[in-house]
């Protein structure tokens, strides 16, 4: 299992977890062989950095396998919010789709019908199972180390924003991956009500 925090992405043949939805979005696929994908993008992420994100998941992640079914959950209202393109959830939708080369519908969800802070738990399967929970308080995690989760940002270089972003090993500090210590209690299953397919 994988734990993705804000700009992390990640692959686990088993499970992945998104950790702490409040005004992001988890985006989740299944690839034709099983193994899962997954993105944690804040909604002030900007779209260099969901598309460097998305290609090197498609590139890397995804090693010749075919996204088969796809997911967003997220605070819609803050992305809706954005002053760039993505504040068009219907123009995200389509741009993710052409970042994964996914050709199929990406199944919706507004967190914000659940809670503030907001858990996914996608566990491979045709199809996944999906579950949610509201954030534990407190939320102690454990520092896992794992080469198949990336964190994807802008970074600054002599006080100068780099022009492309960049993804890091999560390795090392300070963007450790550290999975919630529980992780499978308080869970849900998602309703098929609960998404629109775009």
């Not at 260099?48 to 997911?71: K, S």
């Amino acid at each position: 299992m994988i734990s993705l925090d804000e700009e992390y992405i990640g692959t686990d043949n088993a499970s992945i977890f998104i950790h702490g939805l409040k005004v992001c979005g988890g985006l989740l696929g299944r690839l034709n062989n099983g193994a899962l994908i997954g993105a944690h993008f804040s909604s002030s992420v900007t779209p260099e950095e969901i598309l460097v994100g998305c290609t090197y998941l498609r590139n890397r992640f995804c090693n010749l396998h075919p996204v088969q079914e796809a997911y967003f959950i997220a605070n819609l209202a803050e992305w809706q919010s954005r002053n760039d393109q993505y504040g068009n959830t219907h123009k995200l939708i389509a741009d993710l789709k052409l970042m994964l080369n996914y050709n199929g519908k990406i199944k919706v969800s507004d967190k914000n019908i659940i809670g503030r802070s907001v858990d996914v738990r996608c566990d491979t399967g045709t199809p996944v199972t999906l579950r949610y929970r509201v954030t534990p308080n407190p939320d102690p995690a454990t520092v896992v180390g794992s080469n198949n989760v990336k964190y994807v940002k802008h970074q600054s270089i002599g006080g100068e924003r780099t022009r492309t972003p960049v993804v890091i090993d999560t390795n090392n500090e300070p963007h450790r991956h550290q999975v919630p210590n529980d992780v499978v209690t308080g869970l849900a299953a998602f309703r098929p009500e609960m998404f629109v397919p775009l």
